[in-house]
C-alpha cells in the first residue's frame, strides 16, 4: 500500500489547514488510519486516528478540540482539518496505515506517507 500525504503551507496563526492522505489499494476501507507529527528536533508524535469506519476517532490532548479527522473511504482518503492553528503545530505531518482498531503507538502502523510540511507563523 502507498500512502501519499498532501495540504500542508505557511499559515498564520489562528489560521486553517486541510491535510488530505490518498491510499492506494482496494483494502483501504478495512485500514484504521493515524496522524502523526514531528517538530523540528522533536521525537514523531501522535495527533488523530479514525477507525475503518469513520466513527471512532482519537485525538492527542494538545490538538483536541481544534483539529477534526475524516474519512472518504469511496475516496480513499483520510482528512485532517487543522483550525486555530499554533506556532507549535508546526511540523511534518505523516499518515500511516493499519489493519486492525486504531492505535496510538507508531509501532502499530505498518505502512507510511512521506509526509507534508505545515508551518504557523506567529
Known amino acids: 500500500v502507498q500512502l501519499q500525504a498532501s495540504g500542508g503551507g505557511l499559515v498564520q496563526a489562528g489560521g486553517l489547514l486541510r491535510l488530505s492522505c490518498a491510499v492506494s489499494g482496494r483494502t483501504f476501507a478495512y485500514y484504521a488510519v493515524g496522524w502523526f507529527r514531528q517538530a523540528p528536533g522533536k521525537g514523531r508524535e501522535f495527533v488523530a486516528a479514525i477507525g475503518w469506519n469513520g466513527v471512532s476517532t482519537y485525538y492527542a490532548d494538545s490538538v483536541k478540540g481544534r483539529f477534526t479527522i475524516s474519512r472518504d473511504n469511496a475516496k480513499n482518503t483520510v482528512y485532517l482539518q487543522m483550525n486555530n492553528l499554533r506556532p507549535e503545530d508546526t511540523a511534518v505531518y505523516y499518515c500511516?496505515?493499519?489493519?486492525?482498531?486504531?492505535?496510538?503507538?507508531?509501532?502499530?502502523?505498518?505502512?507510511w506517507g512521506q509526509g507534508t510540511l505545515v508551518t504557523v507563523s506567529s
Open positions: 500511516a496505515v493499519r489493519t486492525g482498531p486504531m492505535s496510538i503507538r507508531q509501532s502499530d502502523y505498518v505502512s
